[in-house]
């Protein structure tokens, strides 16, 4: 039940990318070198030159590590995938996303 309420908030409120040739949905945000070190690792985050972002996805989105994403025009590798649980249910899916 609050995963498909979540679904519907992100799919409300996000903005459109493209993930392996299909077009999804999901909330971003710009992620500082300082807190994307909370999820990724030096190396990862010492050669990005642009933005990195952090994407709110619905639960059932595939979208998985080392895929691409396209973002407002801009491509990002995604670098690091976690699911979102309530009570042993997959609610949301959150992702790291690196400029390529």
Not at 26 to 40: I, N, T
Not at 50 to 76: C, F, I, N, W
Not at 89 to 98: F, P, Q, W, Y
């Amino acid at each position: 039940m609050i995963d498909r309420r979540i679904k519907q908030s992100i799919l409300r409120a996000g903005d459109a990318f493209t993930a392996g040739g299909s077009g999804r949905k999901g909330l971003f945000r710009v992620l500082s070198p300082s807190r994307a070190a909370a999820y990724v690792t030096d190396s990862v985050i010492g050669p990005s030159d642009r933005p990195m972002l952090l994407l709110l996805a619905p639960y059932d989105d595939s979208t998985a590590e080392d895929d691409v994403v396209v973002y407002q025009g801009k491509s990002y590798d995604v670098k690091r995938v976690w699911t979102r649980r309530y009570r042993d249910a997959v609610v949301a899916r959150l992702l790291v996303l690196i400029p390529a």
